[in-house]
């Protein structure tokens, strides 16, 4: 028994009441998103629901970040549009599962800690540009069906409650924190459309969410490779796409809780509840910030939240269709906006004069990119091979020698900085080949040989010391690049001279 609680996180520090009613705030809020997500890829609204029950439930169990809320997103359903456009929902499913399986290698080839090379500035500037996504997508809502603006009487009316909903989300708090303030929000904008007979635009308005448990459905497609040609360029970018998106959800929730989630498992996770997804008629997801930011914070912190969330979606499908279609789209337009507020990282903008332009840059290009292609795997790959190579060039250039002439007549280079392709310009240019002494002595106590263009350019300067009858001693080079100057000894010959007291290149790690 006492495993079993400590699989799902439930302890005496979990507070049954916020995570019971933030479970049931997210649930409300996922039936929209999901209905929207599967129209956007040209499925069944059932579809996009099913997915978030099942992802929900899964990764909530089975997850690295407790607190965390999965379901159908828009980035998948911006993947898998064309597929299901060309070759229809079974293909989809498919491709669905085999981006499950790729995520589950991923995770259990512990890829999860590659999202350390995800710089700060890229992490801004996702974050801004999903806030930004997320408000923008809500204006939808103050829209006719023809997509011309509401107008007269319903547009203040719509207005007026959105920002009802705001206010209560914003204020409750500073009263009590008893009940979630969102739900709150919800069940009085309810109240008061129901009792006063309000005309106004309700979930029902946008689809019906009536249906039964997830078919069990092995996808109808031939298995052949020509199928796997089909969706194997798809599921890949699905499961490259749920996985960045998932992960940075979970940097981001570790921020706001204060505690450490395990990427790894998060990914095989994921990778677990899209194959079920597939398997039971969904269209897959991944993590979601907006609804894992209202479930935190309400206060949530378990994986009973997430387990809530979902099942109480099955059961508004199966039992409640009818009452949760009654529920006004304006309650739901005011929580997300509020979502989209506290999801921007609005000190970002006062850190700007104070941050490195080449930051300021990739924080900005990054949210761009998010909002106006609305793809968050290229946004995030572009920030973080922009950032890269501005720190390869920060680093290229760091690169220094001091030089002088001892008793003995040796000539010293001491170099510090890293040496690596970036820097190999600039060490080259360092020695004076022709002028210097007999006898040289290149030191690498500050210094790091980094990669393949290093060990080239110790080859190329001993080469040319060689040439005019002169000795190099290659001094205090640390034990990981002697190891790798070994390894490359096979392809390149580096002339290094043995040092009489430190040996370069003789030891193995």
């Known amino acids: ?53 099942v992802m929900g439930l899964v990764t909530s169990v089975l997850g690295g970040r407790p607190g965390m809320i999965s379901g159908a997103t828009g980035a998948v359903a911006v993947v898998i549009v064309a597929l299901a456009r060309d070759f229809g929902v079974e293909y989809v499913f498919a491709a669905v599962i085999l981006a499950g399986i790729l995520q589950v290698i991923a995770g259990m080839l512990r890829l999860g800690k590659l999202m350390r090379l995800v710089p700060h500035p890229v992490i801004f500037g996702f974050v801004n540009g999903l806030a930004i996504i997320i408000f923008m997508s809500q204006l939808d809502q103050f829209k006719n069906s023809d997509g011309t603006w509401l107008g ?25 924190r008893a ?32 249906g039964g448990f997830p078919p069990f459905h092995i996808p109808v497609v031939p298995f052949t490779l020509e199928t796997l040609q089909i969706i194997f360029p798809y599921a890949a970018i699905v499961a490259g796409v749920g996985l ?13 809780t204060e505690t450490r989630g395990r990427g790894n498992k998060e ?16 269209m897959g997801g991944c993590a ?69 332009k080449s930051d300021v840059l990739v924080m900005v290009l990054v949210t761009l990119v998010t909002v106006f292609l609305h793809n968050l795997a290229l946004a995030v790959l572009v920030g973080v091979i922009i950032a890269a ?24 280079y001491e170099i510090y900085g890293p040496l690596f392709f970036g820097s190999v310009t600039l060490f080259n240019e360092k020695f004076d080949v022709l002028n210097d002494p007999e006898e040289v002595i290149i030191d690498f106590r500050e210094s790091r040989v980094v990669d393949m263009s290093a060990i080239e350019a110790l080859n190329k300067i001993t080469e040319r010391y060689e040439k005019v009858g002169k000795k ?33 290149v003789v030891d193995k790690l």
């Open 472 to 504: 190099v001693h290659l001094r205090h080079l640390s034990r990981d690049c002697r190891q790798l100057l070994q390894n490359a000894d096979d392809i390149i010959e580096v002339n290094v001279l043995e040092d009489p007291t430190y040996k370069v």
């Open 179 to 210: 009940v979630p303030a969102s739900l709150v929000a919800i069940l009085l904008v309810f109240g008061m459309v129901l009792g006063l007979g309000i005309d106004t635009r309700t979930i029902g308005d946008i689809a019906s969410i009536k």
């Open 152 to 176: 007269g009487q319903t547009l203040w009316v719509f207005s007026g409650l959105v920002l009802f909903t705001m206010l209560v989300i914003w204020g409750l708090p500073k009263i009590s």
């Open 1 to 53: 028994m006492k495993k079993y609680l400590n699989l799902f996180d439930f302890s005496q520090k979990v507070n049954y009441r916020t995570e019971i009613l933030s479970g049931l705030t997210v649930a409300l809020a996922l039936v929209p998103e999901a209905i929207a997500f599967a129209l956007i890829a040209g499925l069944s609204p059932l579809t996009g629901l099913y997915a978030a029950f």
């Open 244 to 256: 960045i998106e998932s992960l940075l959800t979970l940097n981001i929730v570790d921020e706001i």
């Open 288 to 356: 979601m910030i907006g609804q894992s930011l209202i479930n935190t914070s309400n206060g949530a912190r378990a994986r009973l939240s997430g387990i809530v969330a979902s099942t109480m979606l099955l059961v508004f499908v199966i039992f409640g269709a009818d009452l949760i279609e009654r529920v006004p789209m304006a309650a739901l337009t005011g929580l997300m906006i509020m979502v989209a507020l506290g999801t921007f990282e609005w000190a970002s903008l006062r850190t700007f004069r104070r941050m490195p």
């Open 267 to 282: 990914a095989v996770a994921q990778g677990t509840a899209n194959i079920l997804s597939g398997l039971f008629s969904g």
């Open 389 to 412: 190579l501005v720190f390869a060039w920060d680093n290229a250039k760091r690169i220094r020698a001091r030089k002088y002439i001892d008793e003995e007549g040796v000539k010293h």
